[in-house]
């Protein structure tokens, strides 16, 4: 029987017993697993206070002796001759300027090349863009109305018709009581910024007989002028507009 007076089973001893010798045996197991980390820290942190101390009785002595600290292309500090580091300064310095140099040797030609290439297509620009010119219109009889590609205009004679696109264009005036002497238009085929001269010479119209002025239909005299360059103009815009979709062959 056992202390409080109840009767003691055998197997349930033998199973407390295993019980209490596994608890032992992990607690003993733990205690030397903790005592290993604490060993394993002591041992770091002794490696960690030489490597400390290590390092600054090298920086101390190499310094002592005039020598410079430098890390090399691995990461690693490496102490040289005063000497030895300056030649490796120039080299480097060498070659930071020939890296340097290179790249603006770059940066020039990529600045030239878009410059050259700008300045091909100004040029080209000017060349070959149809920069309007100029038509002056003469007149033996000032204050004729001038007639520019079957349009009146608001200019009379003597003017200057500036701001006229390349191509082909005609030309003619009109005043009331006169008539051209020749053809009723001229002709002209302007080029880029190129001024033409237009001279027409006028002379007074014959008068019309009262009858033959009643038996006139409603058309007037410029109209009829009008509608003759109106339709020469026209002939001109076909004719160019045929020979730009079927140019002549040579």
């Known amino acids: 029987m056992n202390q409080s007076g109840k009767p003691v089973n055998k197997d349930d001893d033998q199973l407390r017993q295993q019980i209490r010798k596994r608890l032992e045996e ?3 197991r ?11 820290e002591t041992k770091i942190l002794e490696s960690e206070r030489m490597r400390r101390i290590l390092e600054e009785e090298r920086d101390a002595y190499y310094t002592n002796l005039g020598y410079v600290k430098m890390i090399n292309d691995d ?10 580091a300056q030649a490796l300064d120039d080299k480097v310095g060498e070659e930071i300027d020939d890296i340097e140099g290179g790249q603006r040797k770059v940066r020039w030609f990529a600045v030239g090349w878009i410059g050259g290439f700008i300045f091909l297509v100004f040029v080209l620009f000017l060349f070959f863009w149809p920069r309007p010119g100029s038509i002056r219109v003469v007149c033996n009889v000032p204050e004729a ?10 200019f009379r004679t003597d003017a200057i ?10 030309v003619s005036v009109y005043k009331s009581g006169y008539r051209i002497k020749g053809p009723i238009y ?25 009858q033959a002025t009643q038996r006139q239909t409603s058309i007037s005299e410029p109209d009829t002028i009008l ?12 004719r160019t507009a045929s020979t730009a979709v079927n140019p002549v062959q040579p």
Not at 30 to 40: F, G, M, P, V, Y
Not at 190 to 209: N, Q, T, V, W
Not at 227 to 238: D, G, K, L, T
């Open 26 to 28: 992990q607690s003993q």
């Open 30 to 40: 733990l205690q030397k697993e903790i005592a290993a980390l604490e060993d394993r």
């Open 75 to 84: 990461g690693a500090v490496e102490w040289l001759p005063p000497a030895r």
């Open 145 to 154: 109305q001038i007639i520019l590609d079957s349009d009146t205009t608001l």
């Open 161 to 170: 018709l500036e701001g006229v696109d390349p191509g082909q264009h005609i």
């Open 186 to 210: 001229q002709q002209v085929e302007l080029k880029r910024a190129e001024d033409a001269l237009m001279s027409f010479e006028l002379e007074l119209a014959p008068e019309i007989p009262m």
């Open 227 to 238: 509608e003759r360059i109106r339709q020469r103009a026209a002939e001109i815009q076909a």
